[in-house]
């Protein structure tokens, strides 16, 4: 018996245009940030990523196969701390300390998350912040592109 390869959906490009999609590919912060990647669609089916040097997919973002198949990227759960506060001064302040340590940060109105990690949590407890363990989709903020 002889069985055929899989197909490989093969992605190259990212869409700046928010078109509808005919699939998913849930993935993590981490596998968000490599540029070349083979993985599967939320569906089963393999695919493999080859997308511009230095860019990281965000949640919502939307790609096309060389064969024409939109894909819709989502930001998968995973274990994250979300700091909170109502003082603008103490989250603004919090975020600054937190880039200039590297850390990617994504923030909100009163709060600001980021990967868990327990040294950063007591920073940022130390900074007046209330911190809570989760599981939530991480989409950091990124550098803009001028």
């Given at each position: 018996m ?18 509808p ?27 493999l990523?080859?997308?511009?040097h ?30 909170y ?17 590297h850390?990617?940060?994504q ?5 600001v ?34």
């Amino acid at each position: 018996m002889v069985t055929m390869p899989k197909k490989i959906l093969y992605i190259r490009e990212i869409l700046t245009e928010s078109l509808p999609a005919t699939a998913t590919l849930t993935l993590t912060f981490e596998l968000r940030r490599k540029n070349n990647l083979r993985t599967k669609l939320d569906s089963g089916s393999d695919v493999l990523l080859a997308l511009p040097h230095g860019h990281v997919l965000h949640n919502d973002e939307v790609l096309r196969s060389e064969d024409g198949i939109i894909v819709r990227v989502i930001a998968a759960k995973e274990k994250v701390s979300t700091a909170y506060t109502r003082d603008t001064f103490t989250l603004t302040r919090t975020c600054y300390h937190l880039g200039v340590r590297h850390v990617p940060i994504q923030i909100g109105i009163d709060w600001v998350r980021y990967k868990y990690n327990p040294i950063v949590d007591d920073m940022v407890k130390a900074m007046g912040l209330e911190v809570r363990e989760e599981e939530a989709p991480f989409d950091p903020e990124s550098i803009l592109q001028i």
